[in-house]
């Protein structure tokens, strides 16, 4: 006799989405609102500052997270709903998440003064929206189709944003995160940081189709 599958894992993963979707919403709404006097300081108005947001890969990475969300909750069945219901897509934004939490708590964190409500952010950006996200990600109730193969796809994205905020730094000068700037650190140190980097993501997503495969062994094991 074998187990039957539950409807309690979807149940629990779209409560987890709703609390999910709120959350990320909050944090970046609130990084946008509290962080105004920063920006200013930074010579950036309303319209500069939220594009400026875009340039981070938090809040980026958390602008997909409301998109995974978003996918889990709407009747819609539209492209980009489609992409973000394919669990290799939602699995690569857990490992792209779980990056952007790993490399701010060891390596960036305490690089900006920061008042309460700008920290109260912070913590949903960088800490509570992370582990929420794999909380849900664990929930979801089929990863059956995961390979260690997907993982060169789900690094591409980062890869390609390292390139671009690399370029756009080397051209202006100004670079998106201290541990990136060549000007500081010099061109040897930034390289071992970028592939200290890619070689942590690319540790997560192994990790991700791990536990993937030992939840879907679990969920074909017989009842006792």
């Known amino acids: 006799m074998h187990s039957m599958p539950s409807s309690s894992h979807a149940f629990s993963a779209r409560t987890l989405a709703w609390c999910g979707l709120t959350l990320g919403l909050a944090g970046i709404a609130g990084q946008y609102v509290f962080f105004q ?52 897509v939602r699995t690569a934004l857990a490992a792209h998440i779980a990056l952007v939490a790993i490399v701010y708590i060891t390596a960036l964190r305490g690089h900006v003064e920061m008042n309460l409500p700008m920290l109260m952010t912070d913590i949903v950006l960088h800490y509570l929206a992370p582990a929420w996200y794999l909380l849900w990600w664990w929930r979801l109730p089929e990863k059956t189709a995961l390979s260690y193969s997907c993982i060169p796809a789900w690094m591409a994205w980062p890869v390609l944003y390292l390139g671009l905020v690399m370029l756009a730094g080397l051209t202006t000068g100004a670079f998106v995160y201290p541990i990136l700037d060549v000007n500081l650190l010099g061109a040897k140190v930034v390289a071992v940081n970028m592939i200290l980097i890619l070689g942590l993501l690319a540790g997560l997503c192994a990790a991700l189709v791990f536990v993937a495969r030992l939840q879907h062994g679990k969920t074909k094991a017989p009842a006792r």
């Open 37 to 88: 006097p920063l920006f200013r300081q930074m010579g950036m108005g309303p319209l500069s500052s939220a594009l400026g947001m875009l340039m981070f890969f938090t809040v980026l990475t958390n602008l997909t997270l409301v998109a995974a969300y978003w996918s889990c909750l709407s009747q819609a069945s539209n492209r980009m709903i489609r992409l973000f219901r394919r669990t290799g």
